[in-house]
């Protein structure tokens, strides 16, 4: 499917916004003024049967001409579609205005008929332009955005249109005030058609030339609409909405007349309820906006299905001029928006390029259809059956809860999803890096590293399209956990049944389904990236689906990780969280290594890592605050007992100032770090590199040591001490670290690693808490003799033919001492 190459600011919107706003508030202004004008002129027992006819009237041109509508908006530019149906709004006006001037209510009735001839061509060229103008990434935000102020226009013009009318009338009479107020809608129209002019031109998808067969292609349309199950599902949802909507407004009418005596106040009234809907529709509308950025986040509609119900009891139980009448007014628009929203954005995603405008023109005949039968429904209750207004209400509560629960049956993963990703927005902040790079058809294998628990959902989060995983088949021991794969359709994988899990991961992706790896084999307890499985590339090759590098970034550190030495009894280090999700170009499967995809995520993680670090000014601010942090706290500890405080170390840092009985060694090391504070850009390399270190597991544990005369340069492990608030003890051969905070150990474990002038701290090997408990555990191994360790986070590595690393700033750092990586991951001297 081909997708516009070129996308607009969303700012572009606005025009389009502004008028269609406009059309409803005329559209809805005169259907809220003819039946109370009805009442004023006939008697208040014409204003329900008016009522009824003007919005089947409204309804029947969506009907009658959505064929000609669908294949006008895929036929020719959308933007000439709508700019000319903007214009014709005048038309339809000035007939009935002229009808309310011969005071002839069936001229103005037939007026009101070509107003709403232009909606129903209107209505497929502003919704199919959306994508046209913004893409998919902001297709679900453009339809909240386009839906609030729809109903904003909608419930304003009816509220105002009744409210004015209430106040002129008196003066004017009623033909005389729906002249006055027919006539400010055309100085209306007229603006909102000169407003749009400026809009960008969009081409025309040149879809076929005029036949006789499309004056009765919209069943057919309707017929291939229904054909498309996702398509039918989120078509029957909306025009559940909408029907309501039609069935409530005559149902709030009517109400309005049983409790007003007289014929003046009924549509001030029924206007502030109209206007308290859509004051529930706009919250509706932009929440779903806010959490619709970049997707269509189908799992919020049977949370809207499900407070529909409640919202018609409310109303029912309470009356009509109490506040939770007013409240529940507030429910039914918000869970209204909630619920239709992600399904009309669905719908508009989802259709062809080229067949967009006749599935949209489909789905509004299907909405039509349905609001005449509710209208006809209310006719028979009201005109035949004789029930009020009250017991209306209570009657649509039945099938709303029938349709929650059905809702709640087929979207119950998005429900679920979408319960997660609020919880997100809310504890996180992830910011998304690359998502150009991201298909937005076929399969896709992403190809990620693995931190904490969590990795899963801020994945899913972050990624427009729904992302399947494969994961270790012992997790699926406990039911809830069985119930989570099976709900996600998640493949998991067994050591006895590996073969039957590739296979059906390798249809997964054929099928077009994006799905995702953590290629380590499991969560790092380390915080450093493991090697990958070599099984992960078999899945690629054998589907033909290209590679997707992902890296998260930031996630140690937080609740899900093993950061601080335990997982989830911890709080977080701040709130809200932020994260990164980083992706990296496609990468063609059959070009693909382990080595050189794993470096690929690493190499994100270097990028994500820099762009994480404050600014240079920011550091050295830093730097300095902790100059002046607990001055009075040891930091160098001799052997002879002989101690230096920190507030004299910070003093030496910043001015020189001398300081008394310490070794020439000593001296050496801390000219060593004033020197690289003093050179340029040597703050941003000192911040890094203790970054680095504070970021894996080593950093969690009571202390360490390592040899004078060893490849770690003690003044990069110095700052990183300064920095982090731990005592140094300097010996003779050896320098050890410990952390104050926590209960000093006789023996801390010898480390060795790398560092360089350019990156500071490279590598440390060292044993994981459970390596020094004599537990062994791959994804918790960090230390390998006769070797450096692994790479530090925000580092990558190139053989260019040389071994070096890559740091923060983006140039290859050769190490003369280092032949490679082996194939645990671990550097590995020459």
């Not at 406009?22 to 014409?46: C, E, T, V």
């Not at 149902?251 to 309005?256: A, D, P, Y």
Request: hydrophobic share 45%.
């Amino acid at each position: 499917m081909k997708e516009i190459k070129k996308n607009h600011s969303f700012r572009v919107l606005i025009p389009l916004f502004v008028s269609q706003t406009i059309g409803a508030f005329n559209d809805n202004g005169m259907k809220a003024m003819l039946p109370i004008m009805a009442a004023f002129q006939f008697g208040k027992a014409s204003m329900d049967q008016t009522n009824q006819v003007v919005s089947i009237l409204l309804i029947l041109p969506f009907v009658v001409f959505a064929p000609w509508a669908g294949w006008v908006s895929d036929r020719f530019s959308k933007k000439d579609v709508v700019s000319l149906a903007l214009l014709s709004q005048i038309l339809g006006l000035g007939v009935l205005a002229g009808g309310l001037y011969l005071e002839n209510l069936t001229v103005g009735l037939c007026g009101f008929f070509l107003l709403a001839v232009q909606s129903a061509f209107f209505s497929p060229g502003k919704k199919g332009i959306l994508k046209e103008l913004v893409g998919s990434d902001r297709l679900g935000m453009a339809v909240g955005w386009m839906e609030m102020l729809t109903m904003v226009g909608i419930l304003g013009g009816a509220f105002v249109a009744a409210k004015y009318f209430d106040l002129l009338v008196p003066h004017y009479g009623g033909w005389g005030t729906g002249l006055i107020l027919c006539v400010v809608a055309i100085g209306l129209a007229l603006f909102s058609w000169i407003l749009f002019i400026p809009t960008p031109r969009t081409e025309a998808p040149r879809a076929g030339s005029f036949q006789p067969r499309v004056v009765w292609s919209h069943w057919e349309d309707l017929s291939s609409l229904w054909k498309n199950r996702k398509l039918r599902a989120a078509a029957l949802g909306d025009a559940w909405f909408w029907s309501v909507g039609s069935f409530f407004y005559l149902v709030l009418v009517k109400l309005s007349g049983e409790v007003i005596e007289g014929e003046v106040g009924m549509g001030t009234l029924y206007g502030y309820w109209f206007l308290l809907l859509g004051v529930g529709i706009m919250l509706g509308s932009l929440l779903v906006a806010y959490l619709n950025r970049g997707r269509v986040e189908l799992g919020l509609t049977p949370i809207g299905a499900f407070l529909l119900p409640l919202a018609f009891i409310l109303l029912y139980f309470v009356d009509p001029f109490d506040v939770l009448f007013e409240w529940g007014c507030l429910l039914l628009g918000f869970s209204g928006a909630l619920f239709f929203v992600p399904l009309n954005g669905f719908l508009q995603d989802q259709a062809g390029e080229s067949e967009r405008g006749r599935i949209l023109a489909a789905s509004n005949l299907l909405t039509q259809i349905s609001s005449i039968v509710l209208i006809l429904f209310h006719a028979f209750l009201s005109n035949s059956m004789g029930l009020s207004a009250k017991e209306e209400i209570l009657l649509m509560s039945i099938p709303a809860s029938i349709i929650a629960m059905v809702t709640m049956k087929i979207l119950l993963e998005d429900f679920f999803r979408a319960l997660f990703h609020m919880g997100l927005r809310i504890f996180y902040r992830i910011k998304m890096d690359g998502m150009e790079n991201f298909p937005s058809t076929g399969g896709v294998l992403l190809v990620s590293n693995h931190i904490s628990y969590a990795d899963p959902v801020f994945i899913g989060a972050a990624f427009s399209r729904k992302i399947r995983y494969l994961a270790y088949s012992g997790l699926a021991h406990s039911r809830v956990m069985r119930g989570v794969f099976a709900l996600t359709q998640t493949v998991t994988v067994s050591p006895d049944r590996s073969l039957e899990s590739i296979k059906r991961s390798v249809a997964k992706l054929k099928n077009g389904m994006p799905l995702c790896v953590f290629a380590e084999g499991g969560i790092s307890r380390m915080g450093t990236i493991f090697p990958f499985k070599r099984g992960v590339l078999l899945l690629a090759k054998q589907s033909g689906v290209p590679i997707l590098p992902v890296h998260l970034d930031g996630v140690w550190g937080s609740i899900f990780s093993m950061e601080r030495g335990q997982f989830f009894r911890k709080w977080p280090i701040s709130f809200p969280y932020r994260v990164s999700v980083r992706v990296g170009k496609l990468i063609d499967p059959n070009q693909a290594g382990s080595e050189n995809v794993r470096s690929s995520v690493m190499d994100l993680g270097r990028l994500s890592f820099t762009d994480r670090l404050p600014s240079p000014i920011k550091i050295k601010d830093r730097i300095q605050d902790l100059f002046h942090s607990s001055p009075q706290a040891i930091f160098f500890t001799f052997q002879d007992g002989h101690s230096v405080t920190r507030g004299e170390i910070a003093s030496f840092l910043r001015s020189g100032e001398n300081i008394k009985s310490i070794s020439p060694k000593c001296r050496s090391y801390l000219n060593a770090m004033r020197a690289i504070f003093q050179e340029e850009g040597g703050a941003r390399k000192i911040w890094s590199s203790f970054l680095r270190l504070r970021e894996i597991h080593l950093w969690d544990l009571a202390g360490f040591k390592f040899a004078i005369d060893s490849d770690l340069n003690p003044e990069w492990i110095f700052w990183s001490s300064f920095l982090g608030n731990r005592e140094v003890l300097l010996g003779s051969q050896f320098i050890e670290v410990h952390n104050p905070k926590m209960k000093k150990v006789n023996a801390v474990q010898l480390t060795n690693g790398i560092s360089t002038e350019r990156n500071g701290l490279v590598s440390i090997n060292f044993r994981s808490d459970a390596q020094l408990q004599g537990e062994v555990d791959e994804l918790e191994s960090g230390y390998k003799e006769n070797t450096f360790g692994r790479l530090l986070p925000g580092l990558s590595y190139q053989h260019d033919p040389q071994f070096g690393v890559i740091g923060i700033d983006g140039v290859l750092d050769p190490i003369s001492n280092i032949e490679g990586i082996d194939k645990d991951g671990f550097l590995y001297p020459k």
